[in-house]
């Protein structure tokens, strides 16, 4: 511990040295004749999977855990959540992460060179002859002939004080030390380890970037987070056992992954044993905007409005003026829900997003003893930068009172500094920088705004707009969303106008869609005990279109949604809370973000 409290970050080195031939499965098809493939990361290198060493240093602590001087899996690689034997999960405070091939016979892998293929094969024997089965011999992926030297390295973090480092890196190392060989098919000689070690180093100090006077002007600063790792990030899945990634890092993954960075940093479970820090007291009111991917040479792109439409000739239009179907249509007239691959690209162009790829990880659930769970596989599909491509967003303070304020923002800067870990289910690591872009598109209230002026309010991501018991009601077709979402714009304009003022805007119509947000995690994770109510989701793109009444404070209105998002509206408040307690979707986690009349580029209809 240093003396200002900071526990500093340990990074061990680990190399392992495997006689070939080796194998760990891949899930890639690989070229014809080939019956397995070797496990590959996203950048094409054979890896030595993080998991798969943790469960065989795991094995060893379990066995020899006392006359290690008490290593302890636990406590280091944490454990699952309640079950019949265990009653309480635990994080892994050590920060795992796969191995690469470096060399070979102590000549650098490179990619880019051409490669020959060394294929390694044996044959299928009969069970009951013990006999060679007719055309069963095997061909398995090498990357080297047999008993060429392959070096793998990489890197795992944890915040430790130097004292528990030491003992935790000569754990690990007599862990792996006792590896007579590592992957499948061990039975015949594959994977023979021939060298292991493991180093340490430790960064002192707090990192901090050069100061850079007006940085956090009017409590506002945008960042950009760059990562090689392959990220899975509020994964869904429609499969059962495929998890599938958006592109996107929502402002509350950024923010409980700087929570739990703040907490290890000071060797505390819960920020509320951190009084003193300013940081951790007005944490809650801290609101940090999504990440959305964006080309590392322009600012921070926003969604497609919902008012778009693609016509004939195969243009864009926006109708966000028309509250129903133009007198003399210009042809056939397709939302974005009937749009094809044609017209996304047509629409995307020059909007300044960022590409990413998907790449497909598939791994197994393990048992109690450490084995994989028969039936038990399960994928990751992450999404992977290109290059060029980084993350932007926003940390606004504006809730915070301004006699902590500089406390808070340098404090989340020394945090930033540093880069961001563990981050979603890969548990990848990111840099993060302070970023002076703007944005691709811009926004805000026009400035020869008028009386009668239609202006349109477009969701940069997904917001809770009003309760789920609007569309609790028989039969369904009697919800009457116009008058749920007025009601609402309403009510977040009376809060900012005061309730004995008019409204400055008047609603009018919308462009949106909806889908539930539900399902076993959360409802355990958040109900409390309450019974099972999913929350109705305004989804990202949706428009709303307002006409003026009052210039002035029409200004003012817009410009705070601009500025701080959309609060949460009054009913839903009352009926589905509005802390993190209650459930995930709260204007300071990223939701909610609005820009208002957004110059996109394209004519109105």
């Keep these: 511990m240093s003396a200002d409290g900071i526990r500093p970050m340990q990074v061990f080195t680990l190399s392992i040295t495997l006689e070939a031939p080796y194998l760990v499965h891949g899930n890639d098809a690989g070229r014809y004749g080939l019956h397995a493939t070797l496990l590959r990361d996203h950048r094409r290198r054979p890896v030595l999977p993080g998991t798969l060493l943790a469960g065989r240093i795991t094995e060893v602590w379990k066995a020899h855990g006392t006359d290690l001087g008490g290593a302890d899996p636990y406590h280091w690689f944490g454990r699952p959540g309640p079950n019949e034997a265990i009653e309480e999960g635990r994080r892994s405070r050590l920060r795992v992460a796969d191995l690469t091939l470096q060399a070979i016979d102590g000549e650098p892998f490179d990619l880019k060179k051409p490669t020959h293929e060394f294929d390694a094969t044996r044959v299928q024997l009969d069970q009951d002859t013990g006999s060679v089965q007719h055309g069963a011999l095997l061909a398995v992926e090498q990357v080297s002939l047999p008993g060429a030297e392959l070096t793998f390295s990489g890197k795992w973090h944890v915040r430790a004080d130097n004292g528990e480092a030491e003992t935790l890196r000569k754990q690990l190392l007599v862990a792996l030390q006792l590896q007579t060989q590592l992957g499948a098919w061990r039975n015949i000689g594959f994977g023979r380890v021939i060298k292991v070690d493991v180093t340490r180093t430790a960064e002192g100090g707090v990192t901090r970037w050069p100061p850079q006077p007006g940085a956090w002007a009017n409590g506002r600063r945008r960042f950009a987070l760059t990562s090689d790792d392959a990220l899975c990030l509020s994964a869904s899945t429609q499969r059962g056992n495929v998890f599938v990634s958006v592109d996107h890092v929502s402002g509350g993954t950024i923010k409980g992954v700087l929570a739990r960075m703040l907490a290890e940093r000071h060797g505390v479970k819960s920020l509320d044993e951190l009084p003193r820090l300013a940081l951790a007291r007005h944490f809650d009111r801290v609101r940090v905007t999504h990440a959305l991917p964006a080309n590392s040479d322009g600012g921070r792109p926003v969604p497609l409005p919902q008012s778009l439409v693609s016509l004939d000739d195969g243009k864009i239009r926006d109708a966000f003026r028309h509250a129903a179907p133009p007198d003399t249509p210009p042809g056939t007239v397709a939302f974005q829900t009937d749009w094809k691959g044609r017209d996304f690209k047509t629409a995307s162009a020059d909007q300044g997003w960022g590409e990413t790829l998907p790449y497909l990880r598939v791994r197994t659930d393990i048992n109690g003893e450490g084995q994989a769970k028969d039936g038990a596989l399960f994928a990751y599909d992450c999404r992977v930068a290109e290059a060029g491509t980084r993350w932007l967003f926003d940390i606004d303070l504006s809730a915070v009172c301004e006699r902590d304020r500089g406390s808070v923002a340098q404090s989340l800067d020394d945090l930033l500094a540093e880069g961001l870990a563990p981050i979603g289910k890969t548990d990848a690591r990111a840099t993060v920088e302070p970023c002076d872009a703007g944005t691709t598109w811009t926004s805000g209230a026009p400035k020869d705004l008028k009386v009668n002026d239609l202006v349109p309010v477009l969701l940069v991501s997904d917001a809770v707009l009003f309760p789920t018991t609007a569309i609790e009601v028989e039969p369904p077709a009697e919800v009457d969303l116009v008058k749920w979402y007025g009601q609402s714009f309403d009510a977040l304009q009376r809060e900012i106008v005061g309730e004995g003022s008019p409204l400055p805007l008047a609603y009018g119509h919308h462009f949106a869609t909806q889908r539930l947000a539900g399902g076993d995690y ?47 509206p009054p009913e839903v408040r009352k009926v589905h809370g509005a802390d993190w307690k209650r459930h995930p979707y709260l204007p300071e986690n990223g939701h909610g973000e609005v820009a208002v009349a957004p110059r996109h580029g394209f004519d109105p209809l």
């Design 522 to 568: 959360l409802h355990r994770r958040y109900s409390q005990g309450q019974a099972y109510r999913p929350l109705v989701l305004t989804e990202v793109g949706s428009v709303f279109v307002f006409k003026v009444v009052d210039v002035a404070e029409a200004r003012r209105v817009l410009d705070h949604w601009q500025q701080r998002g959309l609060a949460l």
